[in-house]
């Protein structure tokens, strides 16, 4: 079975500009979350979606948005880049949306803010 | 609310010594525990997972940890590290109930496996 899949894994972008970053989940798996690593803050979390819905949502600005579409993939997508987004950014699928479930990683979308 | 403390950023240890990763946490809800694995430009890797039952659990690598309910711990033990075990090592926990599923992390604890 594949794992999940971020594309692209490495992108670079100028401040103002806008970037989306794509996320397919392993097959079967309805639950997406994404999460910001950087080395100041850690792993932060950005939001869930389950079933085209968002579930939660992290403690950040509304420049960072996302959506699920019906074959479960997801994108994210960061409006007028700021220095401080570069960060590696993390997708994490599950089964379901229950906190018991195992949210498996993606090898992550790495963006440079410029 | 919850919080994740891992008390040590790093951890260096020789071959074949074992090795204890701390973890504690503070939350006003139930909680799951877990801990995951990220290597040099990957992902992360779940290692063991703590739902319900017996507090210790094994997970894979070798690696076990242990729940302690009255101390909100969940440390990480290896009875024999190997160089391939070098990684960084995160600690995490999630709200039982359900409201609120995200993966609270703690800071990460950088284990370097010397020769």
């Known amino acids: 079975k594949a794992g999940v899949t971020q594309t692209p894994r490495y992108l670079i972008k100028t401040r103002g500009q806008q970037v989306t970053l794509s996320c397919s989940p392993i097959?079967?798996?309805?639950?997406v979350s994404w999460y910001q690593q950087t080395p100041g803050q850690g792993l932060q979390f950005l939001f869930e979606?389950?079933?085209?819905?968002?579930?939660n949502k992290g403690n950040f600005p509304g420049r960072f948005s996302g959506r699920q579409f019906s074959n479960s993939r997801s994108e994210m997508n960061v409006s007028t880049l700021e220095l401080g987004d570069s960060a590696l950014y993390l997708c994490?699928?599950?089964?379901?949306?229950?906190?018991?479930?195992?949210?498996?990683f993606g090898p992550g979308t790495r963006l440079t803010v410029l | 609310a919850q919080s994740v403390t891992q008390l040590d950023s790093q951890v260096p240890v020789f071959e074949e010594a074992p090795v204890e990763l701390r973890c504690n946490y503070s939350?006003?809800?139930?909680?799951?525990l877990f801990w995951y694995v990220q290597y040099p430009n990957q992902g992360l890797q779940l290692l063991l997972k703590?739902?319900?039952?017996?507090?210790l659990v094994k997970g894979i690598n070798g690696f076990e940890a242990e729940f302690n309910k009255s101390q909100t711990s969940f440390h990480l033990r290896k009875p024999s590290v190997h160089i391939s075990d070098t990684a960084e090592y995160f600690c995490?926990?999630?709200?039982?109930?359900?409201?609120?599923?995200?993966?609270?992390f703690g800071s990460g604890t950088q284990l370097t496996v010397l020769p």
């Open positions: 994490a699928s599950s089964l379901t949306a229950a906190s018991y479930n195992e949210q498996f």
């Open positions: 097959s079967g798996h309805r639950s």
């Open positions: 979606y389950f079933s085209e819905t968002q579930r």
């Open positions: 939350s006003s809800v139930s909680v799951y």
């Open positions: 703590y739902l319900s039952g017996s507090t």
């Open positions: 995490a926990v999630s709200d039982r109930s359900g409201s609120a599923r995200q993966l609270t």
